[in-house]
């Protein structure tokens, strides 16, 4: 009896599966964009570690945000707006947290003179699959120019690369 009980609490903190990890394979969202590269997500007991490396961008800020769909059509647009589970206003999620960020509000990623960018962030509570602060299945964005944390969503112009985040290994 006691080992049954234990089990179930086993289960009921195991929501997020520690070490589960996901891909976006980033795309420009116009036919000669020459944007590309990955975003890979790994689940942590700090929360889900988001690494970005992409090519092929404007050099400068570039607003980098979880939107709600998985789906990168019409130029992105049909990925619909920032993952917000909590109805909270837009914001920094890492540094003003889950009631005053939308879930999906990463910031910036800057491009060199090269247009690579790279981003390594971890964002606490969050996970890649399993309740509701999960991502998979939805789309990672990177927008044409900088968030500037202003509301709705941080003046950051059109959708220039878009992926969708999948489930692809542990
Ligand atoms: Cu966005
Ligand atoms: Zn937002």
Redesign the pocket.
């Known amino acids: 009896m006691k080992k049954i009980a234990f089990s179930f609490l086993m289960f009921a903190v195991s929501t997020a599966v520690w070490g589960e990890a996901g891909t976006a394979v980033m795309k420009g969202t116009t036919p000669d964009s020459k944007l590309g590269g990955t975003v890979t997500f790994k689940d942590t007991k700090e929360g889900l570690k988001v690494t970005a490396r992409l090519a092929g961008l404007t050099p400068g800020p570039h607003a980098f945000?979880i939107h709600q769909f998985g789906d990168c059509g019409d130029t992105g647009m049909a990925s619909g707006?920032?993952f917000?589970p909590k109805h909270a206003p837009?914001?920094f999620l890492p540094k003003d947290g889950m009631k005053k960020?939308?879930a999906?509000?990463m910031g910036n990623i800057t491009a060199l003179e090269d247009g690579t960018a790279a981003l390594d962030i971890t964002l606490p509570r969050m996970s890649l699959s399993g309740g509701r602060l999960s991502v998979a299945g939805r789309a990672v964005i990177v927008h044409e120019k900088a968030d500037d944390f202003s509301q709705?969503?941080?003046n950051a112009g059109g959708r220039a690369g878009c992926g969708t985040i999948a489930i692809t290994g542990e």
């Open positions: 945000h707006g920032h917000n837009h914001g960020a939308h999906g509000d709705p969503a941080g």
